[in-house]
Nanobody, 128 residues
């Protein structure tokens, strides 16, 4: 069964850092594009970063220079390193992937995307 699980969220003060981790099971990340999304308290959903199968990384303008998406040292895991966090980064963060078959979890209704596998989401809260 295709599943994604996020970990590493929490609460930090502005200027702090967090690392989110997405662990996949039921398929191989190396063969898939994956992305991090976030849904704000106002229910807006935006793509934060994309890591393509070929290793290319892309970022939303709002996080460029502060967030880094990468392969983790643990097999089938991807990280999102978030530095210099701001209160406007407060959101529920989701990892998503283009898996060979649809995942157990589907996208939140507000998130329109091409990815067929989603995690359950993890809260990140940044206080000023």
């Amino acid at each position: 069964e295709v599943q994604l699980v996020e970990s590493g969220g929490g609460s930090v003060q502005a200027g702090g850092s967090l690392t989110l981790t997405c662990t996949a099971s039921g398929f191989t990340f190396d063969d898939s594009d994956m992305a991090w999304y976030r849904q704000t308290p106002g229910n807006e959903c935006e793509v934060v970063s994309i890591l393509s199968e070929d290793g290319g990384a892309h970022y939303a303008d709002s996080v460029k220079g502060r967030f880094t998406i990468s392969q983790a040292n643990v097999k089938n895991t991807r990280n999102l390193q978030m530095n210099n966090l701001k209160p406007e980064d407060t959101a529920v963060y989701y990892c998503a992937a283009a898996a060979p078959t649809p995942g157990y979890q589907s996208a939140p209704p507000a998130c329109v995307s091409p990815y067929n596998a989603w995690g359950q989401g993890i809260q990140v809260t940044v206080s000023s």
